[in-house]
């Protein structure tokens, strides 16, 4: 098992800056993914950030030029830091761990983007 613990969530006005940070522990997987989802109150969940163990990123387009996903694989941790911030992403973001077929989720943390 993958255990996930997120953290840096919070209030924040639109155009500002938040970070996320994401720490695995557990039975951890050389080959592996490591990113975020969020969803919003009332839709569905969905991708918003990922980073491989060779450091591939992939982001939603809703994020590209905003977000920046990093990581330590040393730490198995994943940060993800989100500048100009608008309401639209206010939700709860999870943090999300996977190896092949296989999909680990933290708890989530709050973020509220403010107009």
């Known amino acids: 098992q993958v255990q996930l613990v997120e953290s840096g969530g919070g209030l924040v006005q639109a155009g500002g800056s938040l970070r996320l940070s994401c720490a695995a522990s557990?039975?951890?997987?050389?080959?592996?993914?490591m990113g975020w989802y969020r969803q919003a109150p009332g839709k569905q969940r969905d991708f918003v950030a990922s980073m491989s163990n060779t450091m591939s990123t992939n982001y939603a387009s809703s994020v590209k030029g905003r977000f920046t996903i990093s990581r330590d694989n040393a730490k198995n941790t994943v940060d993800m830091q989100m500048n100009s911030l608008k309401p639209d992403d206010t939700g709860v973001y999870y943090c999300?761990?996977?190896?092949?077929?296989?999909?680990?989720w933290g708890k989530g943390t709050l973020v509220t983007v403010s107009s």
């Open positions: 999300n761990y996977r190896h092949y077929d296989m999909n680990y």
């Open positions: 557990g039975e951890t997987f050389q080959i592996n993914s």
